[in-house]
């Protein structure tokens, strides 16, 4: 589990494989920190640590990324040296900040517009259709691993505020229109969901 709060900005030092895939990244995590099968949210999704070192360079961890997760995440885009949002999973004692995320995307949003408003951003989101329904004002959402809350939805599109502090410290702050970004949606949303569902198909 993680809460949707970036604590690096990772770097994609290579790429190997093609159904499945070895990536290698950056990191300013000490390797002693980080166990073999301890999980990392890259960019939202949640992959396991497979090789981790240190060179002249600085520290870099490995994962290995399975046909699936590249065909419904972004992942499948990646190249060298592209920056990633990464957040180490969650441990009892940590302070929650965000909301709680799993680390499971959803699908995949695109970004339809981006606005000034004062020193922050407002960024539109498009979504797909079967995603929509979970998606309300004021919840909660995570975008590439970046813990939001809804500020408008409309149709299958919805609004986000992006302060500055957080447009600096993740990648929210390149984003462009027409970018492609990992949606997961808020697991409350979710359960609710069912739940209705499951009481519509009993009456």
Not at 162 to 191: C, F, Q, W
């Amino acid at each position: 589990m993680f809460t949707g709060i970036v604590t690096d900005l990772g770097e994609v030092l290579s790429l190997a494989g093609n159904a499945d895939r070895r990536v290698t990244l950056r990191s300013a995590y000490p390797p002693a920190e980080l166990q073999l099968g301890a999980s990392i949210a890259c960019a939202g999704v949640c992959l396991t640590v497979t090789d981790k070192g240190s060179d002249a360079a600085g520290h870099w961890f490995a994962v290995d990324v399975s046909a699936e997760t590249l065909r419904v995440t972004t992942l499948g885009g990646w190249t060298k040296g592209r920056t990633v949002n990464l957040e180490r999973a969650l441990k009892i004692g940590d302070e929650l900040g965000g909301h709680i995320v799993s680390g499971h995307v959803d699908g995949v949003g695109k970004i339809a517009a981006i606005a000034d408003e004062a020193h922050s951003k407002r960024i539109t989101i498009e979504l797909p259709e079967a995603l929509a329904r979970f998606v309300a004002q004021k919840g909660s959402i995570a975008i590439d691993g970046v813990s939001l809350t809804v500020n408008g939805v409309r149709s299958n599109r919805f609004d986000v505020n992006i302060i500055p502090h957080t447009l600096s410290v993740t990648t929210l702050g390149a984003l462009k229109r027409g970018d492609a970004v990992n949606i997961e949606i808020d697991v409350m949303a979710r359960y609710v969901a069912r739940l209705v569902e499951r009481d519509g198909d009993a009456a």
